[in-house]
């Protein structure tokens, strides 16, 4: 799966003020290195979930209320992202990017 939302921007948002909590938890998630076999940055300016059971079961607890990769897929969605699900990894790219 992966998700264009790029670092560079969201660090920038970050030092600017006001960052959405799930939009952060996102971010401290796909920049943390010691998840990168379940989810990291990619070369394209996106984030991959290359494991999503294990980012359902193991990740999501761990920072949210819940551990529902659908949930998470329409939050993420209704901020900036468009979903595109291809086999594995699922991909997330952002509208008009």
Known sequence: MEVALPPSSAAATRKEGYMAPFLEKTYDIVNDPNTDEIVSWSSTKSFVIW???????????????????????????????????????????????
């Open 51 to 97: 494991n999503p059971t294990e980012f359902a079961c193991v990740i999501l607890p761990t920072y949210f209320k819940h551990n529902s990769f659908s949930s998470f897929t329409r939050q993420l969605d209704t901020y900036v992202c468009q979903l595109f699900l291809l086999y594995s990894p699922i991909n997330f790219k952002k509208k008009n990017f």
